[in-house]
């Protein structure tokens, strides 16, 4: 491939990349409208657009941000077993912190969220299923689409502050101010440690586990409060 045709490749997934993200801060915003239910297509969105910026970049298998082939050396990277960990344990005290400060509010809401995007939590196979699937895709996403194809043109913390912003107000949903407030920061300092166990593996496959770890974490305590 000759420098021509590299610019050519680059150019193409900078304005693919500029495009989807705009697309997904646009349909996250209409949650300001209670009533409206299309910010979770911002999900779908991210997918797409990962996928399109991956073949319009040509990205090799070792530079694509989503390798199963290579879990574990990815995991074997300084940092990233730590920081995989680290949502089991943010998960634990923002759930503890959140019953006691809301009196057990917090967990309600909490239930109630994922409610409504369809979460079966009277089957548990079918959570289960959910939950890993759900996961998967808010990491290709947000980490894989915003995140990792973003910081070819940012840096890495405004891609990682911004990503997380989106993400966190993706989960925004009705109940007491305070509530909300408090749900929706934690979700913004899970997605900065996504984040970061994104740029330190370079694998939203290791993030999605992350994910996975510390959702199944969380409700289990939910379920424990109830």
Known sequence: MNKQQVMENHRKSAVLTMT?????????????????????YSVFVGIAFFFLTEAASKAKGSESGLRFHTILADLKKPGVIGWAL????????????????????????????????????????????????????EEIAYRGFFLGKGMKLFPFWICAVASSAVFAAGHIAPGNIGIVLYDVAGVWIDSLIFSVIYYKSGNCVISTLSHILGNAVSLVIAFRFL
Do not use: W
Request: proline letters at 3%.
């Open 20 to 40: 989807g993200m705009a697309i997904m801060v646009a349909l996250t915003v209409t949650k300001v409208v209670p009533s409206s239910k299309i910010a979770g």
């Open 86 to 137: 680290f949502p089991c344990v943010s998960g634990m005290v923002t759930m503890a912190a959140g019953n006691l400060m809301f009196s057990g509010e917090y967990v309600s809401h909490l239930i109630g969220r994922t409610s409504s995007v369809g979460l079966s939590f009277d089957q548990a196979a079918l959570l289960v299923g959910q939950v890993v699937l759900a996961a998967f895709g």
